[in-house]
């Protein structure tokens, strides 16, 4: 299993390269932005530079979101098509791959009303149809990724179940991410299984025997490097880490 984390603001390029020399992390969320329920853009100018150090990732497009949270919540299979457009302007402008997998994110749990359903299908269906990209789905395990499976077919599913819900302190080198198929949904490929929900969850690595830290995060587990490309494993991302686990000798704090 690999690790991976997700988190709103981007922390920096020198904090993501620390965190790729010194630490098990293998892929990292980056939100394509702004998108109706994700105004935040700090994500889309270092696409190019994280694929560059070799990190995966986890594209994600925060759409119409259900009544009564944050967010735009305009569900309809219209609007699902018009969001499919807007993730391919979103991604080209990032710098995203041909071919990449796009999370859609679904924020609410249980079971998704016909109009929700209605718009992810129509997403879905309008990125595998009309887009460079392909689509995915970032939801609650069980119930709500079943449904949407059940509705648009067999595509990655990226699950959260937090069996963390913070404050926690987690010490990167000795953190070892959980299969995804225990998550609640024997299909995801991706578990959101860490959440900064009650309190912080802040990741502790060394660097040069010194201390780093990075506070406010979700953190995942997959069963590939690349959650982006699931089916490429022989892309530049997998060859250079390999390369590091290979030839670093001891890592991972200890210095």
């Known amino acids: ?15 993501m390269q620390s965190l790729w020399d010194n630490t098990p992390l293998a892929f990292a969320a980056a939100y394509l932005a702004p998108a109706p329920s994700h105004p935040n853009t700090s994500w889309m100018s270092a696409v190019s530079t994280l694929t560059g150090m070799g990190w995966g990732l986890a594209p994600v497009f925060v759409g119409q979101q259900a009544p009564g949270g944050p967010g735009s919540h305009v569900l309809t299979a219209a609007q699902g098509t018009v969001d499919a457009q807007t993730t391919e302007s979103l991604g080209q402008t990032a710098g995203l791959a041909p071919g990449a997998v796009v999370y859609l994110d679904v924020e609410i749990g249980g079971r998704l009303t016909p109009d929700h359903l209605a718009y992810v299908a129509a997403w879905a269906n309008s990125v595998t149809a009309e887009t460079s990209y392909n689509p995915g789905v970032y939801c609650s395990f069980s119930q709500t990724a079943a449904q949407i499976t059940a509705e648009v077919g067999t595509i990655p599913v990226w699950v959260f179940h937090p069996v963390d819900a913070g404050p926690s302190q987690i010490d990167l080198a000795t953190e070892n991410p959980p299969d995804p198929t225990d998550s609640g949904f024997a299909g995801a490929l991706v578990w959101q299984y860490r959440m900064s929900l009650s309190g912080s969850v802040n990741l502790n690595w060394t660097d040069s025997a010194t201390p780093k830290h990075l506070q406010q995060v979700d953190l995942d587990s997959a069963t590939c490097l690349d959650p982006s490309h699931p089916d490429h494993t022989d892309r530049k991302a997998t060859r250079r880490r390999k390369r590091q686990l290979e030839h670093s000798g001891p890592r991972h704090g200890a210095h």
Not at 1 to 15: E, I, N
């Open 1 to 15: 299993m690999h690790l991976g984390f997700d988190r709103s603001d981007y922390p920096g390029d020198a904090v």
